[in-house]
């Protein structure tokens, strides 16, 4: 790694994407794709574009997408089942102000060369919103069909981070790896909008010290409230050991149902809760007070139409805790 790259690895990054979703001591709102209540694995991607206008327009700091390339009929969700990068490209014109973040690429299945071009590429069109956050997969059916062992994912998925992490930063990089040797060429085009943020999910198969040294941010899963605040503070103090420049976000999805009664009680549901929109207010305050930056909601589990759901939550629940401005946004 040059010295240039080494410096910038150092420094938040200021890509419009990472600011409006990410600031210390705030917190901001997220939604999955798709924005759709379905019962199994496979959702209707009908009606998306209008909801995600609406999400958009309505103060969402950022629209997630999943990366899932094979159906596993046990594992019992899609996500918004067309391949991420073709499907972040189609929201362009619907998604103008929010970030586009991915939740997560699976790069042990991905070639470097290919996801880098395809986030640069993608960091052009949208005006630098793209926020990439990537994993190591959790999947085991995926793995054989790419001829990958699963057991190696782990040493795969810091290679392939490392190889795309230099394609993005450098120009002309020599790289020697067991994905490829890469002599006397280089990546076109490079990211337009400062270094691009890269944040990762969960464990993906490495130690808490090597993410947060790493990494830009860190996406975690919903957890009794009690058990979050001390994963935020494990992870605050990973950052402090690791020695970084600046306080590196956390993110965490949330499954919520929405109950018409404002005031309803949370009950737990998979991987979030049932409850009304002053109760997840309250819970909203309190995440943050945990050092929690974004919490990204998913409405797969929803009793409400979904429409009406996005609605509430954009008048009664988002400008509570907005996206944050930045000076450089010029979405094209």
Known sequence: MNAALHASLTAAPTTPGFVRMFAPGKLTLGL??????????????????????????????????????????????????????????YMLPYVKQAALATGSLILPLRHPVHTAKAAASLDL???GRLVTGVASGDRPVEFPAFGVD??????????????LETLLGESFPRIHSSLGALVGADLVPKPGHGRMPIGVT?????????????????????????????????????????GAAFQKPVAQSLYIDLAADPDEPPRPIHLGFRLGRNRLIELLRMFSQMGVNHVAFVLKFSRRPVAEVLDELTREVVPLFPAHRSASHCPS
């Not at 699963?150 to 190889?163: D, I, N, V």
């Not at 010290?209 to 605040?229: G, H, M, S």
């Open 32 to 89: 999955f794709f798709p924005i759709a209540a379905y019962e199994g694995d496979m959702p209707s991607l009908e009606g998306q574009t209008t909801l995600a206008a609406a999400a958009d327009e309505g103060g969402f700091a950022a629209l997630w997408t999943r990366d899932v390339p094979l159906r596993d009929p046990s594992f019992g969700d899609l996500g918004q089942v067309l391949d991420p990068w073709v499907w972040m490209t």
């Open 125 to 127: 069109l949208s005006g």
């Open 150 to 163: 699963l057991s190696t994912r782990g040493e795969r998925f810091r290679e392939t981070f490392a190889y």
């Open 202 to 242: 969960g464990g993906s198969q490495q130690s808490p010290d090597w993410i947060a040294a790493n990494a830009d941010f860190w996406l975690t899963y919903p957890r009794a409230p009690q058990v979050q605040a001390q994963i935020a503070g494990d992870w605050r103090a990973a950052v402090e050991r690791a």
